[in-house]
């Protein structure tokens, strides 16, 4: 079985500072992982993946995360952040075997951005 | 209309009522899903459907009882809920169920259970 933790529930940060979201899985196989953004009164929006080569991943609005197998963490980053970025952040794992239909997301941690 | 739709946004329903999610994307997809978010816990997969063949039922109570009828539409019919199962349920769609195939959510019903 698989499971994903997010370590911090609430994140507070003050507009233009650097950021980072926590993430660390486990599971007994190879892995995707996923960062997907909540925004008030939406759904979710994939904001990057890792599903194999560079450890580093870029993604959407300046955002990147870096896999780590020896830390089983993939943790997100943001050199600076803009009021925009408040949200609420998901992390996901998937075994590669099985696809979306065993996708399991973490808590989520919910950024503020302090102005 | 684009990306993943659902009707209604928001739901108020008593115990003894059946009611019915809607959700459609207009994405071209092959495989669409059911979630469950309540505060506080990680996002539950409910349903998923490739092809309009249903391929995971991740124990859901009976008293949730999905449609597929077509690969555009997704329905989850409602009756003798409880209140516990107030929640957002969002539906999303993917290209297909692989695991590297980007999911595209809804923007989910706001589901109350009094």
């Known amino acids: 079985a698989q499971s994903v933790t997010q370590l911090d529930s609430q994140v507070p940060v003050f507009e233009e500072a650097p950021v980072e979201l926590r993430c660390n899985y486990s599971?007994?196989?190879?892995?995707?992982l996923f960062w997907y953004v909540q925004y008030p009164n939406q759904g979710l929006q994939l904001l990057l993946k890792?599903?194999?080569?560079?450890?580093l991943v870029k993604g959407i609005n300046g955002f990147e995360a870096e896999f780590n197998k020896s830390q089983t963490s993939f943790h997100l980053r943001k050199p600076s952040v803009h009021i925009s970025d408040t949200a609420e952040y998901f992390c996901?794992?998937?075994?590669?075997?099985?696809?979306?239909?065993?996708?399991?997301f973490g808590t989520g941690t919910r950024l503020t951005i302090i102005p | 209309e684009t990306g993943v739709t659902q009707t209604p946004r928001h739901l108020v329903m008593g115990m003894t009522n059946k009611k019915s999610l809607k959700c459609e994307q207009h994405?071209?997809?092959?495989?669409m899903y059911w979630y469950k978010q309540s505060a506080k816990k990680p996002l539950e997969l409910m349903f998923v459907?490739?092809?309009?063949?249903?391929?995971e039922n991740n124990s859901v109570p009976s008293r949730f009882s999905p449609e597929c009828p077509n690969s555009s539409h997704l329905f989850l019919h409602l009756h003798t809920l409880q209140p516990e199962d107030s929640a957002l349920y969002l539906c999303?769609?993917?290209?297909?169920?692989?695991?590297?195939?980007?999911?595209?959510f809804g923007p989910g019903t706001r589901l109350t259970v009094l």
């Open positions: 459907y490739n092809f309009k063949e249903q391929t």
């Open positions: 996901a794992v998937s075994d590669p075997n099985f696809g979306n239909e065993k996708l399991t």
């Open positions: 890792y599903l194999s080569g560079s450890t």
């Open positions: 994405l071209g997809h092959n495989a």
């Open positions: 599971s007994s196989v190879s892995v995707y």
């Open positions: 999303a769609s993917s290209q297909g169920a692989q695991g590297n195939n980007e999911q595209f």
